[in-house]
């Protein structure tokens, strides 16, 4: 079993709808959840971050950790085609100080219809 | 200014030629990573500095060596270029002194090598 699992899709939205991305990963120790976007030929760029378990808004976007069930997900509302990016899940772990140590998701790549 | 450059952004080369890649950022971060990132494997480590005295092999360092020049300087070599590293190269940087080390990606380098 992969660390990280994600949905490559694609997956085509109208604008407006409300998107959910979502990663599963098996690590336990896992703490720190990311996401990152990336339009096409730039860079990753960090997204929300949430430690452990619960919700985080940020406008739009809203990240949320369960992980009791080791899964993640990222909803973004009121959907855009500026939010046509691949979306990137990453964790790490605190344990031994490794909270360096990302491991990525392969990335969802996503359109918005206009 | 962009935190994180990369340089440079694109680069033909040939089978057995060494090429260097280089980074730079001003975001005053101690750590600095090298990844590649290749469709349908995702990102994959190279290389990782904790700081100017401290590099380390990542999960694919074969055939890569780094040069931490600076704090604020990272370069990456590819000794004899084969055609299978061709790929997107990345440089990123976080901040040890932060309890969730989120990482921050430069623009990206697409290097093909012939």
Redesign the interface.
Known sequence: QKEVEQD?GPLSVPEGAIVSLNCTYSNSAFQ?F?W?RQYS??????LM?T?SSGNKEDGRFTAQVDKSSKYISLFIRDSQPSDSATY?C?M?G?SGGS????T????TLLTVNP | DADVTQTPRNRITKTGKRIMLECSQTKGHDRMYWYRQDPGLGLRLIYYSFDVKDINKGEISDGYSVSRQAQAKFSLSLESAIPNQTALYFCATSDSGLVAETQYFGPGTRLLVL
């Open positions: 490559p720190y990311m990152y030929r730039k860079g990753p760029e960090l971050y430690y990137l990453a790490s605190n909270n360096y140590k990302l990525f998701g392969k990335g």
